[in-house]
């Protein structure tokens, strides 16, 4: 007696499973930066620091208010973060993210079920890393 087998072989479905499985998490992830990054311009533009300060990574907490000597929201209220608009680009690198808006962009990472971001106000500078206004390690 033969029994018919699969034309699927294990190491075949194994490696459609994690394809299915990583496309199906980017998709969801790149959903929660684009998310994350809009709730953080929408409390700068309402001026919401609190809120903002909220969605920020604790070590960006840290150099922020190390640095200005002052809480999270009294010194993200003193840094020139401007409103954004609407994320044009989401870009996930694993655990982290980078959200492209007209002329900025924030970088994330990944906590748990959450994003948080790590940099702000960031803009480009040719082929030197991105010169941001608020940002952690």
Do not use: H
Not at 70 to 95: I, M, N, T
Not at 108 to 130: F, H, K, M, N
């Amino acid at each position: 007696m033969t029994t018919k087998r699969s034309k699927l072989t294990r190491p075949r479905a194994v490696v459609v499973g994690l394809t299915v499985l990583s496309l199906t998490g980017c998709g969801s992830s790149a959903d929660g930066a684009r998310d994350t990054a809009a709730q953080f311009q929408e409390a700068i533009a309402g001026g919401d620091t609190e809120a903002a300060c909220g969605l920020l990574a604790p070590t960006t907490v840290e150099e922020l208010e190390s640095t200005s000597q002052a809480s999270c929201p009294d010194a993200l209220s003193e840094v020139d973060l401007e409103a954004a608009g609407d994320p044009a680009v989401v870009e996930v690198y694993g655990r982290n993210a980078q959200v492209k808006f007209p002329d900025d962009a924030l970088f994330l990472t990944e906590s748990g079920q959450d994003w948080l971001v790590i940099a702000a106000g960031c803009t480009p500078r040719g082929d030197r890393p991105y010169d941001c206004e608020v940002k952690g390690d």
